[in-house]
């Protein structure tokens, strides 16, 4: 049964971060792109939210994450909104 919750919480957790990425389009690939064209990046934000204690500090995740794939920086303040979303969507699952 633990096993089950864990998997479902992260399924919300994947569902969540993926939305609001794919929303967020932030390297604007999606209109040309297969649908998960963000996958490794949603990865490794999931893989971050856990050791992000502050928003300021997943926001850094998501701008390094993004910057090393696609060597192009986003806005840290687009990062700051999106880190906000994830969390703010989180807390009211």
Known sequence: MQKNSHIQ????KYKIVKEII????PMSLLHHAPEDE???????ILAALDESESIETLAGYI?????NMFEVAIP???????????RDRQRNR
């Open 76 to 86: 840290k303040k687009k990062c700051v909104a999106m880190a906000t979303e994830i």
């Open 38 to 44: 963000y996958e490794p990046e949603i990865l490794s």
């Open 63 to 67: 701008e390094t994450i993004f910057l």
């Open 9 to 12: 919480t992260y399924n919300e």
């Open 22 to 25: 794919d929303r967020w389009d």
